[in-house]
């Protein structure tokens, strides 16, 4: 009788303590996927591209899930938007991994510079490069290429002026030179 009792607390006390490890693990699975979303603020100062006397700034803001390296959406919309101060109309990226802004030349001679978007896209470490303007409360993309990204130093010298013309510099991830690097392409601004 007394072994029969002994089973019993055993059985009893052996079933409560797996119940509390369920619950357990649950909260740390909880926990570890809130600590594993990350918001990611970031803005950039793009020189005076509305022509007001004003140095302007862009703002990307988007949440990352740092579990599968990808933006985290909201309500099915994956979209990150370059955001200004003031009136300035956003632009919008669709299926983009991250944003960058960079100023760049006056390419239209409209007495105030242009800026430079570095979309990453999901194919490694390839970036679609734009150019764009903003005249009359309206931005407008001047031209777009792909460009291969590997570090800080490859997004620099991607706007170049030859013969008095602007050229947006990207690369052909088709086409390699001799040397085994992608051929490179010129799109005029």
Known sequence: MK??????????YGCETKTKKIISKNS?????????????????????FDNDKVNDTAFVNYKWN???????????????NIEF???????SFEQSLGIVVAKTEDINNDNANEIIVFS??????????????????????I???DAFIGNDKDSENRVIKEKGKYYLIGEDKWNEDENGNFKKVKVKL
């Open 3 to 12: 072994i029969r009792f002994l089973i019993l607390l055993l059985f009893i």
């Open 28 to 48: 740390e699975i909880e926990k570890s996927v809130q600590k594993k979303i990350e918001t990611e603020n970031r803005k950039f100062f793009v020189g005076d």
């Open 66 to 80: 740092l579990e599968t390296n990808e933006i985290e959406c909201e309500k099915n919309n994956c979209n990150i």
């Open 85 to 91: 101060k003031k009136d300035i109309p956003k632009i």
């Open 120 to 141: 990453r896209t999901n194919e490694g470490w390839w970036n679609n490069i734009s150019v764009w303007s903003f005249k009359n409360q309206i931005w407008k993309e």
């Open 143 to 145: 031209a777009e290429t």
